[in-house]
């Protein structure tokens, strides 16, 4: 049997019941390592659970998942993913690998991104499509997660805006050359996603259009969502950009068109309530 866990938001005790009962009767265990983190190490997890894991980096999964599910075949392997494991990433390729093989598998669900952004007090259902704001380099920019955020906001609907994570990443010099040189691993924080935003508000500003979301756009920036240090703060976009929320993983809504219940929550976590008060009500039910 192939079993999905999910891990949930915080730490080593938020795997649910169930999983970690599969988890403890599993004869190996992989940990997912490169869509998501969790506030504690691997080996914290491996006490909690009484079990070695094997970290499963992008090019296991990609390209090894083959000897994951050949394990599977002949005795109980589970695989854990940070949040859950059809959240914010799905993990469809390695049930349809198990399914095409006649490997029996079993998905373990538990919170994820995607649904505890409700912890801010805006509604789950208000919420359009999903989006990855990607680091920008110098020679590459790319804007398509703004249409899709501006979209979303002239339908009325609120954008979750998953921020990128580089993990195990090479080198431009590193990968021609075949070395197993990684770069440090690198998080996007609320501030650096929002000032890419604005970078973008301004480049459509220089090119005649008057984008739907500008500097006062209400936002909601979070941070450690399901830890014990989780932080959410509420304001303008411009103020976003100031933001220091301290460490990963970080998260970023831009609102759509707000009930005023939902207002009222998210002046609980108002940077500034005067220049939340001025905006806000512009776009409300």
């Given at each position: 049997?192939?079993?999905?866990?999910g891990?949930?938001?915080g730490?080593?005790?938020?795997?649910?019941?169930?999983?970690?009962?599969?988890?403890?009767?599993?004869?190996?265990?992989?940990?997912?390592?490169?869509?998501s983190?969790?506030?504690?190490?691997?080996?914290?997890?491996?006490?909690?659970?009484?079990?070695?894991?094997?970290?499963?980096?992008?090019?296991?999964?990609?390209?090894?998942a083959?000897?994951?599910?050949?394990?599977?075949?002949?005795?109980?392997?589970?695989?854990l993913?940070?949040?859950?494991?059809?959240?914010?990433?799905?993990?469809?390729?390695?049930?349809l690998r198990?399914?095409k093989?006649g490997?029996?598998?079993k998905?373990?669900?538990?919170?994820?991104i995607?649904?505890?952004?409700?912890?801010?007090g805006l509604?789950?259902?208000?919420?359009?499509?999903?989006v990855?704001?990607?680091?920008?380099?110098?020679?590459w920019?790319?804007?398509?997660?703004?249409?899709?955020i501006?979209?979303?906001?002239q339908?009325?609907?609120?954008?979750l805006?998953?921020?990128?994570?580089?993990?195990?990443e090479q080198?431009?010099?590193?990968?021609?050359?075949?070395r197993?040189?990684?770069?440090?691993?690198?998080?996007?924080?609320?501030?650096?996603a929002?000032?890419q935003?604005?970078a973008?508000?301004?480049?459509?500003?220089?090119?005649?259009?008057e984008?739907?979301?500008?500097?006062?756009t209400?936002?909601?920036?979070?941070?450690r969502?399901?830890a014990?240090?989780q932080?959410i703060?509420?304001?303008t976009?411009y103020?976003?950009?100031?933001?220091?929320?301290?460490?990963?993983?970080?998260?970023?809504?831009?609102?759509?068109?707000?009930?005023?219940?939902?207002l009222?929550m998210?002046?609980?976590?108002s940077?500034?309530?005067?220049?939340?008060?001025?905006?806000a009500?512009?776009?409300t039910?």
């Open positions: 049997m192939l079993y999905l866990v891990l949930g938001l730490d080593a005790k938020d795997i649910t019941v169930k999983g970690l009962e599969a988890v403890r009767r599993c004869r190996r265990v992989y940990l997912e390592a490169y869509t983190i969790l506030t504690v190490g691997k080996e914290a997890l491996e006490e909690f659970y009484g079990k070695e894991l094997i970290l499963a980096d992008r090019e296991t999964v990609e390209q090894e083959d000897s994951i599910l050949k394990e599977a075949d002949v005795c109980d392997v589970a695989f993913v940070v949040g859950d494991p059809f959240g914010a990433t799905t993990h469809s390729d390695l049930v198990a399914v093989l490997i029996p598998y998905v373990i669900h538990n919170a994820s995607m649904n505890a952004v409700g912890c801010c509604q789950l259902y208000k919420f359009g499509e999903a990855s704001v990607v680091f920008w380099t110098d020679t920019k790319p804007e398509s997660f703004f249409d899709k501006e979209k979303n906001r339908n009325g609907m609120h954008t805006c998953l921020l990128d994570i580089k993990v195990k080198s431009l010099e590193n990968l021609i050359k075949g197993k040189i990684y770069e440090p691993p690198r998080y996007m924080s609320v501030n650096q929002a000032e935003l604005l973008i508000i301004q480049n459509r500003r220089l090119q005649g259009e984008p739907a979301i500008t500097e006062n209400i936002c909601v920036g979070l941070a969502v399901g014990p240090d932080k703060v509420s304001g976009l103020q976003m950009s100031a933001l220091e929320l301290g460490g990963p993983l970080h998260s970023l809504i831009v609102t759509g068109t707000m009930h005023p219940l939902e009222e998210l002046k609980l976590f940077v500034d309530s005067s220049s939340f008060e001025n905006n009500f512009q776009r039910t």
